[in-house]
């Protein structure tokens, strides 16, 4: 595992940016699952402002870690956000952007996407192979959309699961653990005093650490990569 702590989340999001320009510098090809939340959308506003030549992008294939079941116009949507904040302004190719289709039936589209996945990711021991997995973590110690009423998720056997947020209902698609386990490198994005609790349980594997999702996030054959601000690291 390696720790990165930053001053504050601008501060983070331009530490992972720089990461991300050496992954891509150092790459023929990405397949990358993204994450939603307020630290990847400044992420994606630092790439588009600072980094749009900087970043070869027909090297870059993106995918989702998990996706709300919404139309992509909705304000809820992963794939909305990434595209108002990012691909609107950088020019990627409408070939490299695999969009969970948020607005379809959520079953038959967990299905078609995990599909989606296998005919473009490479394979190794038998699970699709991202490059990279970007997380977030919940203050419940959720990821992806794995929350902890629904642990069967993190050893699910389908490369794509349904899960279901465990306060409103919303239906959600989600990359399965072993999935998000067989990447090259995952790295959570926390930023922000609310997360510190989990973050610090997390860690040092103190408290309730076993029944947060986030804490079984353990590549198999990968690196591991948590980016933090101070607030969430104190």
Not at 74 to 89: C, I, Q, R, V
Not at 125 to 133: A, H, I, M, N, S
Request: overall charge neutral; some cysteine; glycine content about 6%.
């Amino acid at each position: 595992m390696e720790l990165h702590i930053s001053k504050n989340p601008r501060a983070v999001a331009e530490d992972f940016a720089a990461f991300l320009v050496d992954l891509n510098k150092n790459s023929d090809k990405l397949n990358i699952a993204l994450s939603g939340g307020s630290t990847p959308q400044l992420l994606f506003d630092i790439l588009a402002a600072d980094y749009k030549k900087a970043i070869d992008w027909s090297k870059m294939h993106f995918y989702w870690g998990d996706e709300r079941c919404v139309p992509p116009t909705d304000k809820d949507s992963n794939y909305g956000m990434t595209k108002a904040h990012l691909f609107d302004k950088v020019g990627i190719p409408e070939a490299n952007i695999h969009r969970i289709l948020g607005e379809n039936e959520p079953r038959q589209e967990a299905q078609r996407y995990s599909h989606e996945i296998k005919k473009n990711v490479t394979s190794s021991d038998g699970l699709p192979r991202f490059d990279l997995v970007i997380l977030g973590l919940g203050t419940d110690g959720h990821t992806a959309s794995i929350f902890p009423d629904q642990m069967e998720l993190l050893k699910a056997t389908e490369t794509c699961v349904v899960a279901t947020h465990p306060e409103t209902g919303q239906k959600r698609i989600s990359l399965s653990g072993p999935v998000i386990n067989n990447a090259k490198s995952i790295s959570f994005l926390v930023t922000g005093e609310t997360k510190q609790p989990k973050v610090r349980e997390i860690l040092k594997h103190r408290g309730k650490f076993r029944t947060y999702p986030a804490s079984h996030i353990k590549p198999t054959n990968g690196v591991l990569y948590w980016f933090l601000d101070e607030a969430a690291s104190a």
